[in-house]
């Protein structure tokens, strides 16, 4: 992974890194016990930082070109070390190249589904899938927070937790947007970039950016996926009458092809019949009648049972109730409604009394009314 150069037996004095894994993000230079050469070279590549760590303390950062590690221009080390610009001497610092291009491809999903209120479905649950891309901006920041001691920091090792970031916002965005499902698909690449940037703030103390974050598909459950095609293939066949008819001809077609069938001659027998009840209706010499076949009476449907309205009671400045008709009955037997108790029902014109009310004025009927005058 590293290629080292050692121009002198004890100090190293080349100081490189060529990476062809693919997805290692930060890889430590190994010393093993040497010491870095005062005015030692370090190359840092397009794609690359380089980190220096001095005694568990982050000093100097290196963008890409090529380094004489001097004073001059190691600041930070100079300020931590004390040095002057006379100093020569050799010195022990733990050396981070991070790689800074930008790992694309990256595989995101929702492990279990999200539920969500849909404006025309209702509550439901969905799936999603996408990619993403990630890159390091900070390598300083990423070096501190993520990657600690690690001498190799792969992609795997951080990838879990974005993955969680991404369904978490994901979810937050898609139970909030109010974008029904069935339009979801025409706006994947919207709210893909919503959840790029409400993301963006956490993966930024990371260190880290997503350029990109794509959203493949967004699913319904398998039940629900069927009830859709369900509907869909109602909307197409349109006329279910004329369906059925093309249908059985489709079959009686194709059972008719199938040699030595049963089922096929059977099929031409009803067709035959069919086709001789179509005739024996046409008249003699297969001419049709002059006068059209009466339509087929149709039973009238039976109109639907009356509602049953239900009751409530004004007494003593408050309501009682609902009471069904049968109950206000018995309520009259024990003598608890009297043609004066106020009542009223859903659609009736404020209370009145029982005995103003046609349907429940035959529940006093049992009991004469009381004489003129009393």
Known sequence: MGIFDFLTGEFIDVIHWVDDTRDTLVWRFEREGHEIKYGAKLTVREGQ?????????LADVFTPGLYMLETNNMPVMTTLQHWDHGFKSPFKSEIYYVNTTR????KWGTKNPIMARDPEFGPV????YGTYAIRVVDPARFLTEIVGTDGEFTMDEISFQIRNIIVQEFSRVIASSGIPVLDMAANTADLGKLVA??????????????PELYIENISLPPAVEAAMDKRTSMGIVGDLGAYTQFSAAEAMTA???????GMGAGMGMGVGMAMAQQMAAQGPWGARPTTAAPAPQVAAAPPPPPVEHVWHIAENGQTKGPFSKAA???????GELTRQTHVWTAG?????????VVELAQLFTILPPPPPGA
């Open 49 to 57: 930082a380089a980190v220096f760590v001095h005694e568990g303390q």
């Open 103 to 106: 790992f694309a491809d990256l």
């Open 125 to 128: 649950r969905l799936r999603a």
């Open 197 to 210: 940037a409400e993301i963006s703030g956490t993966i930024a103390e990371y260190g880290l950016s997503i």
């Open 255 to 261: 059972a008719a092809q199938t040699p030595n069938s």
């Open 328 to 334: 206000l009955g018995r309520m009259a037997t024990a």
């Open 348 to 356: 009736q014109d404020g209370w009145k009394h029982a005995e103003d």
